[in-house]
């Protein structure tokens, strides 16, 4: 199994700056791609930011505000946050790609808790 576990969230005002991160922990062979996945209250969970091999993409949303990075030694993926603004407020979800030594050529989908980010005015 695969574990993940997201930090750095918190409360902050508007046009100030947050970074997540998001560790991952278990029995991984390979981690193909990481993601930040988020949930604004009343609203279905969206795709934030995805790094794959090293290739990033964004909503548009957070285009130039936010930057996906990852370590690949530490298994961890971050989420800089610059410029927040109160529509970015919401629960943030860490999202991996990932197969374990048991099967290591079958990847799964594997999620984190999550971690809120509140952003005031």
């Known amino acids: 199994q695969v574990q993940l576990v997201e930090s750095g969230g918190g409360l902050v005002q508007a046009g100030g700056s947050l970074r997540l991160s998001c560790v991952a922990s278990?029995?991984?062979?390979?981690?193909?791609?990481m993601a930040w996945y988020r949930r604004a209250p009343g609203k279905q969970r969206e795709l934030v930011a995805t790094?794959?091999?090293?290739?990033?993409n964004y909503k548009d949303s957070v285009k130039g505000r936010f930057t996906i990075s990852r370590d690949y030694a530490k298994n961890t993926v971050y989420l800089q946050m610059n410029s927040l603004k109160p529509e970015d407020t919401a629960i943030y979800y860490c999202?991996?790609?990932?197969?374990?030594?048991?099967?290591?050529?079958?990847?799964?989908?594997?999620w984190g808790r999550g971690t809120q980010v509140t952003v005031s005015s």
């Open positions: 790094i794959i091999s090293g290739a990033t």
């Open positions: 999202n991996a790609g990932a197969s374990t030594y048991a099967s290591p050529k079958s990847y799964s989908n594997y």
């Open positions: 278990g029995s991984i062979f390979s981690i193909h791609a």
